[in-house]
C-alpha cells in the first residue's frame, strides 16, 4: 500500500470526514452560511435574504449550524430583545475555504451538471 493509499483510506474510515461532508447534507445549512458571509444578521433578516425558505427550516438550520459550532447567537438585553446570528471562527473557515471553492466549481461546471441531470432524468421517461 503506498502512502497516498493509506492516506485515503484513512480519510474514507475517518469520521472527521463523514462530520464534514455531512455540513452540506441539510439543503438550507451552506445557504444560511453563505448569507451570514456579509456579517451578522437578525433572523428575521436572514428569512428576508433568503428565498424561499420556511420558518420552521431556518429555525432547524440555525439550530444545527450553533450545534456544529459554525455560526454563534448572540443576545442583546435590549427592549425589544435582539438576537443576532453570526459566523464563528469555524464557519469563517468553511465559507472562505471549501464552500468558495465549491462556487467557483459550481459556476465553472453548473451548466454542464445540469445538463447531465437532465439528460438523465429525460433516458429514464
Not at 61 to 88: C, K, M, N, Q, T
Amino acid at each position: 500500500m503506498t502512502d497516498h493509499d493509506a492516506h485515503c483510506y484513512e480519510l474514507v474510515a475517518d469520521c472527521r470526514l463523514r462530520a464534514a461532508t455531512d455540513l452540506f447534507a441539510h439543503t438550507w445549512d451552506p445557504v444560511v452560511l453563505a448569507a451570514l458571509r456579509s456579517g451578522p444578521c437578525r433572523r428575521r433578516e436572514l428569512h428576508a435574504a433568503i428565498g424561499g425558505i420556511s420558518d420552521k427550516v431556518l429555525t432547524d438550520s440555525l439550530h444545527r449550524l450553533l450545534a456544529s459550532g459554525l455560526i454563534e447567537r448572540h443576545a442583546r438585553a435590549e427592549a425589544p430583545p435582539r438576537v443576532d446570528y453570526a459566523l464563528s471562527g469555524l464557519g469563517q473557515s468553511l465559507v472562505e475555504g471549501p464552500m468558495t471553492a465549491l462556487g467557483r466549481w459550481a459556476i465553472e461546471h453548473g451548466d454542464e451538471l445540469l445538463e447531465a441531470q437532465e439528460s438523465s432524468t429525460a433516458r429514464r421517461l
